[in-house]
Nanobody
Framework: QLQLVESGGGLVQPGGSLRLSCVAS????????IGWFRQAPGKEREGVSCISRGSAITYFADSVKGRFTISRDNAKNTVYLQMNSLKPEDTAVYYC???????????????????????WGKGTPVTVSS
């Protein structure tokens, strides 16, 4: 069964950190560009950060630049999102998704709904609150 599974979400105080993981099963992640997306209650899903299959190219939404980093370990079939200096507005369900290369990383992150993604995880919730 081809699937992506996210983990690492939870409740954290403002200013705290979390590291999300996205593990693929049934297929090899190193053939795919990967993105992290989030959806807050009552809001549309948005691209947070994306990384190319070889890790050479990354993209970050303005709202998370300087606070989040994205990385991947293809040997472990895993992509990570390190989130530091978390704010209440980061509260959302975070999803990872995979897409075969063919468009720029920025387009994948920003226009995912137009171009489509090949696989989605079911999400992991992140709540930033005191």
């Amino acid at each position: 069964q081809l699937q992506l599974v996210e983990s690492g979400g939870g409740l954290v105080q403002p200013g705290g950190s979390l590291r999300l993981s996205c593990v693929a099963s049934g297929f090899t992640l190193d053939n795919y560009d990967i993105g992290w997306f989030r959806q807050a209650p009552g809001k549309e899903r948005e691209g947070v950060s994306c990384i190319s299959r070889g890790s050479a190219i990354t993209y970050f939404a303005d709202s998370v630049k300087g606070r989040f980093t994205i990385s991947r370990d293809n040997a472990k079939n895993t992509v990570y999102l390190q989130m530091n200096s978390l704010k209440p507005e980061d509260t959302a369900v975070y999803y990872c998704a995979a897409r075969r290369p063919g468009i720029t990383i920025q387009r994948m992150c920003v226009m995912w709904n137009y171009y489509g993604m090949d696989y989605w995880g079911k999400g992991t919730p992140v709540t930033v609150s005191s």
